[in-house]
């Protein structure tokens, strides 16, 4: 009987360590492609490698000098709950009745942050952000984090996501695997009620 048990479970045990193989060979396989087809990169896709490297660079590293999409995924968590923590606070300080939920998008191309048309606070919270580039940078940044991060969950199983990688070879993947028109250009997030940001990629205001 104990035999039998162990049997199976060795068999099950080979089994998901054949399934996480495949994944990081398929996952390999990609970013080989990726890297070979790149030597017919346009200007505006070597702008898009080179934000991405930025974004990247700013990553604590969980493996040496490697990074995980789940690294990637934790940090922008992280920046985002520690933004809204201080944007909260700040606009309670400057009056702004924060019961509204505030639409903000920044422009890539100036790095400017500014609510939506309509806010009663719009003027206060556009003043905020100038006033305040330190917030508007970590915004942005938070923004085009939150792109990178929807792009690796919708197309990586979860064993890739933990796959170990170079900050190079995982900016050659999301290169591949992004619209550069997408990460070159602003975003949005929304500020609720309850103090909780959260993205929204294709705001408009």
Not at 17 to 27: I, N, S
Not at 110 to 138: R, S
Not at 183 to 203: F, I, K
Request: proline share 2%; charged share 25%.
């Amino acid at each position: 009987m104990t035999t039998a048990i162990d049997t199976t479970y060795g068999s099950t045990a080979q089994q998901a360590a054949k399934a996480r193989q495949e994944a990081e060979a398929a996952l390999k396989a990609q970013i080989q492609q990726s890297s070979t087809s790149s030597t017919s990169q346009t200007s505006s896709m070597s702008q898009v490698r080179e934000q991405i490297e930025s974004l990247l660079a700013n990553i604590p590293k969980s493996n040496g000098n490697k990074l995980t999409f789940k690294d990637l995924a934790d940090y922008k968590e992280n920046l985002e709950k520690e933004w809204s923590e201080q944007f909260e606070a700040d606009m309670t300080k400057l009056g702004v009745d924060t019961s509204i939920d505030i639409k903000l998008s920044v422009d890539s191309s100036t790095g400017v942050v500014t609510a939506q048309k309509g806010h009663p606070d719009k003027a206060a919270i556009d003043k905020y952000f100038l006033d305040n580039p330190e917030m508007a940078e970590k915004f942005e940044e938070g923004v085009q984090l939150s792109k990178l991060n929807s792009t690796a969950e919708r197309k990586l199983t979860p064993s890739q996501l933990r796959r170990s990688l170079s900050a190079q070879s995982m900016s050659i993947w999301f290169e591949s695997n992004s619209s550069a028109s997408s990460l070159l250009m602003g975003g949005g997030m929304v500020h609720n009620q309850t103090g909780a940001t959260y993205a929204s990629l294709d705001l408009r205001v």
